[in-house]
């Protein structure tokens, strides 16, 4: 057998300080680069935007009527009731609903924020409740979709989808999704 010939290499002390400051800055750049992405996404996650604004309801309850006696007043002066009427859904406890479980019709998706505000407003005109929902994080481009309705049931969604359906004469590729 032949003896392989080694070859040693031999750093400096001025060198390998030079190796280590090089590996310290190239890691530092990369965190930043990561710091910077990440500020990105977050400003990407942003609340959605509605472009239609979503008509508030007043809710009364009334409380269950177990044989009343006969000297109690009318439901119309008694106090709990009367407390009841003074509850008005505010719009940031519509929006917190809107949020949870929800069917709406998805109509379009558009790459242009424009476009899809385009398609809103016709929609809108229509007499339906549009709104537009900013990009997700998970979109690898950035998609603006149109949806309608917040509707509370499938069928409701489905009647609507079934009206649009009819009215274009044709299958439309609309959606129904839940949020």
């Known amino acids: 057998m032949k003896n392989k010939e080694f070859r040693e290499i031999q750093v400096s002390s001025s060198a390998l300080v030079f190796i280590f400051l090089a590996i310290l800055v190239l890691g530092v750049f990369i965190f930043l680069l990561g710091v910077s992405v990440g500020k990105k996404q977050a ?3 942003g609340p959605t935007t509605l472009l239609a604004q979503r008509t508030t309801e007043t809710v009364t309850q009334q409380p269950p009527v177990v044989n009343p006696p006969e000297t ?13 009427k003074k509850k008005v859904v505010t719009p940031a406890e519509t929006q917190a609903a809107a949020k949870t479980g ?6 379009a998706a558009f790459f242009d924020k424009s476009q899809a505000a ?3 407003a016709k929609f809108k005109k229509q007499g339906y409740s549009v709104l537009v929902l900013e990009p ?4 690898k481009k950035t ?5 309608l309705g917040g509707y509370s049931t499938r069928e409701k969604a489905s009647q609507d989808l079934a009206k649009l359906n009819s009215a274009s004469k044709k299958k439309t590729g609309y959606y129904i999704t839940k949020d």
């Not at 109690?72 to 009841?84: D, G, I, M, R």
């Open 43 to 45: 400003q990407m996650t």
């Open 72 to 84: 109690t007043a009318p439901p119309a002066s008694n106090p709990q009731v009367q407390e009841e």
């Open 102 to 107: 929800l069917f709406y019709i998805q109509v």
């Open 118 to 120: 385009t398609m809103a």
């Open 136 to 139: 997700l994080t998970t979109d």
């Open 143 to 147: 998609v603006y979709r149109v949806r």
